[in-house]
C-alpha cells in the first residue's frame, strides 16, 4: 500500500514539473529555407509566457550568425491571452546573405525568469542564380558607353550663370571706375582775417569818441554801458578770462595777477563809475566822462600785444564735401559686394561646366 501511494507522488511531481515546463514556448519559423544571394526572408521567433514572468530576448547586432545579416528587426508584438493571464510575444527580423551556402541558425535563447528556453534551429540554403553554360551563343559582351545628347535643361543654369556673371561683371566695372573717378570736393572759402583785439577795442572807442549822442545826460548809462563792454571784450581776449560775466573787483583782482596795482587805478575808476551810472544813476560831468574815454584807450595802448606777437590769420579754408566722402566709401563697399558675388556667379558657371562636361 506505502508502494503504491510513493509511486502515485512521484508522478505528480513529474507531472507538476511537465506543466510548468509546458507553462513556457519558444518557437522559431522562417518564410522560406530557400533564397537567392541578396534576397530577403523574413525570420519569426514566438514566446508564449506566463503574464507575471520576466522575460529577456536574444540581441543581435548585425548578423544573427555570420553571413546572414539583420536588414531590419520588426518591432515586438504582444498579445495579452487567458484573460490576461498570458503572453504571447512575437519578434521577426528581416535578414539576407550575400554568400551562397547552407546556414544553420542555431537555436534561439530567451531567459524567463533567469531559465533558458531554446526554440529549435532552423536552416536557410543561398543558393546563385543557374547559369547555362551549354548556351553559349546567348551571352553578349558588355555594351559600349552611349553617348547622351544635351538638352536644354542641362545647358540651362550654366547659361544662367554665366549671363549672371557677365552682367555683374559689367556692374562691377563700372562701379569701380566711379570709385577711382570719384574724388572728394572740396572748396577752398576766403576768410576774413580777425581783427587784434586791441583794434576792436579802439575801434569802437573811437566810435563812442565821434558819437555826439552820449553827451547828454540822459545818455550817460548808455555811454558807460557801451564804453565798458568794449573794454570787457578786449579783456576777454586779451588775458582770456571771461570778464563780460565778472563784477568789477572781479576783474581786477584777475589784471592784478598780471599787472601791478597803480597802473590798474584808472581802470578800476573807470568801472567803478560806470556801475554807479548804471546801478545808481549816477551822472557824472561831461569832462569826466571824456578822461574816463582817454584812460580807457591809454589802458588798451598799455596792455595790447606788439605786433610780433600778434598770431597770423589764415586768409583761407579748405572744407571738404562730406556726401562726397561718403558716396566714395558706399562705392568702396558696392565695389567689395560685387566682387564677391562675380567670383561666385563665375565659380557656379566653371562648377555647372565641369558637370557637364568633366
Partial sequence: MKKIFFISLLITFFTGVAVAQNSVSVNAEIDSCQRLIGEQARIKLKVGVDAKKRILLPHFDKEIVEGVEIVEKIPNDTQLLNDGKRLLITEEYVVTSFDSALYVIPAFEVLVDGEPFYSE?????????????????????????????????????????????????????????????????????????K???????????????????????????????????????????????????????EIVDELLKIKDKESLQELKEILETADLVKFAKFNPPMNENDRNLL????????????????????????????????EKRALLVSVVLLSLLTAGALAMFICELYYLFG
Avoid at 162 to 176: C, E, M, P, R, S
Avoid at 220 to 242: D, V
Avoid at 312 to 322: G, H, L
Fill in 121 to 193: 534551429e532552423l536552416a536557410l540554403a543561398v543558393y546563385m542564380m543557374p547559369v547555362d553554360t551549354t548556351n553559349l551563343d546567348q551571352f553578349f559582351p558588355p555594351k559600349d558607353i552611349l553617348a547622351v545628347e544635351l538638352t536644354w535643361d542641362d545647358y540651362k543654369s550654366s547659361v544662367v550663370y554665366f549671363i549672371l556673371f557677365i552682367l555683374l561683371a559689367a556692374l562691377l566695372a563700372w562701379v569701380t571706375v566711379r570709385y577711382i573717378n570719384n574724388k572728394p570736393i572740396i572748396r577752398i572759402v576766403k576768410l576774413k582775417p
Fill in 295 to 326: 584812460n580807457a584807450i591809454e589802458f588798451v595802448n598799455d596792455t595790447k600785444l606788439a605786433d610780433s606777437e600778434v598770431k597770423e590769420q589764415p586768409t583761407e579754408k579748405r572744407v571738404v564735401n562730406e556726401r562726397s566722402v561718403r
Fill in 195 to 249: 581783427l587784434p583785439a586791441h583794434v576792436v577795442a579802439l575801434n569802437e572807442m573811437e566810435r563812442i569818441k565821434d558819437d555826439d549822442s552820449w553827451r547828454t545826460a540822459s545818455s550817460s548809462k548808455g555811454y558807460y554801458t557801451a564804453l565798458t563792454n568794449a573794454l570787457r571784450e578786449y579783456m576777454n581776449e586779451r588775458f582770456a578770462f571771461n570778464a563780460t560775466e565778472m563784477t568789477t573787483a
